[in-house]
């Protein structure tokens, strides 16, 4: 039986695919918003831009793996669109999932100034991130394992937050290095509490799929004797 018609059996709330579903679109938003307010509107960035503030930076060529902090910042849009790919359970939420997973890896590529300068650290990390999250989210399209994809939806977030604050702490150290008056903003408290219910929704998820599988088992028992 497959992990669709087991979910039906199991009267799974599709509102609770739904839900996540927006929580991405809610931790999309907040990557958006402001990460670090500075005195200065002009310093005050969000994600996107405060990843590439810093890969100006020359201490981060120094980084062990190089641009770490920028990595960290850029990561948020590889972990979400992976979570596009392990949530979906229908046809038409894969279909609306691959739509979503491709503009996110559209919004990751690089300019084409990497086709002149190929050698920029800045452009490979963003290309590399970007094929990441197209292979990695297809590929939970093509396994199709509802546990893994369950798992991965519990594991994820907890790894975006913790990447999301490294990042965001080791930007507001450069502000400091530069004398720059800084606090954080709310882009990044509204993708942890994305994160955080995304986590809590795999879970109940999860719990619903295993419920029902012990429900299946005890029936069959019954069923022999």
């Known amino acids: 039986m497959s992990y669709d018609s087991e979910m039906r059996q199991a009267n799974a ?21 402001p990460w670090i307010v500075a005195p ?17 930076h020359p201490t981060q060529r120094a980084t062990s793996p190089p641009m770490l902090t920028p990595l960290m910042l850029r990561l948020q849009l590889l972990i979400l ?12 939420a894969r279909a609306c999932a691959a739509i979503m997973i491709l503009v996110l890896t559209l919004a990751q590529l690089p300019p084409l100034d990497i086709v002149y300068d190929p050698n920029n650290l800045n452009y490979r990390q963003q290309l590399y991130l970007a094929a990441a999250s197209l292979t990695a989210s297809f590929c939970l399209f ?13 594991a994820l977030p ?5 990447t999301a604050s490294y990042g965001l702490a080791e ?16 882009g990044i408290w ?13 879970g109940a998820l999860r719990h619903i799929r295993r419920r029902f599988r012990i429900n299946r088992m005890r029936m069959s028992q019954r069923l022999r004797e």
Do not use: C, K
């Not at 669109?81 to 038409?92: D, E, F, Q, R």
């Not at 930007?171 to 709310?186: D, K, R, S, V």
């Open 13 to 33: 709330p599709n509102w609770l695919v739904a839900l996540a579903f927006g929580l991405v679109l809610v931790g999309l938003f907040g990557f958006a918003q």
């Open 171 to 186: 930007a507001a150290g450069l502000y400091q290095h530069f004398e720059i008056g800084q606090a954080p903003g709310a």
């Open 142 to 154: 093509a396994v199709n394992r509802r546990r893994i994809a369950l798992l991965a939806s519990i």
């Open 190 to 202: 509204i993708l942890g509490a994305s994160y955080i219910g995304i986590a809590a929704i795999a």
């Open 40 to 56: 200065s509107g002009s310093m005050t960035l969000n994600a996107f831009d405060l990843a590439e503030w810093t890969s100006l």
């Open 81 to 92: 669109s992976v979570i596009l790919g392990a949530l979906p359970t229908g046809s038409s």
């Open 158 to 162: 907890i790894i975006g937050i913790a």
